[in-house]
Nanobody, 113 residues
Framework: QVQLVESGGGLVQPGGSLRLSCAASGFTFSNYAMSWYRQAPGKERELVAATAGSSPNYADSVKGRFTISRDNAKSTVYLQMNSLKPEDTAVYYC????????WGQGTQVTVSS
């Protein structure tokens, strides 16, 4: 059974940091492209960061602030988020993609003073 479980979300002040984790099971993690998406209230889900191959990709809005990484031995993908802004507030989802795509249940990130 495929599972993607996100963790690490929470409430943080502007300028703060959070590290999200997504633990995968039920498939060969190293064979899949992994990415992070987010969805704010009233907005469409958007790609934040993706790792596949040698170079990660980032949305322009998070470049220089967010870093995606993966540990294939632990079947886990991470999203380090620094210099957080109120507009980063959203539910963050991880996605595994190859032929099929799998999604986690999401973790809430709220950036507010």
């Amino acid at each position: 059974q495929v599972q993607l479980v996100e963790s690490g979300g929470g409430l943080v002040q502007p300028g703060g940091s959070l590290r999200l984790s997504c633990a995968a099971s039920g498939f060969t993690f190293s064979n899949y492209a992994m990415s992070w998406y987010r969805q704010a209230p009233g907005k469409e889900r958007e790609l934040v960061a993706a790792t596949a191959g040698s170079s990660p990709n980032y949305a322009d809005s998070v470049k220089g602030r967010f870093t995606i990484s993966r540990d294939n031995a632990k079947s886990t993908v991470y999203l380090q988020m620094n210099s957080l802004k109120p507009e980063d507030t959203a539910v963050y989802y991880c996605k595994a993609a190859r032929i099929y795509s799998y999604w986690g249940q999401g973790t809430q990130v709220t950036v507010s003073s």
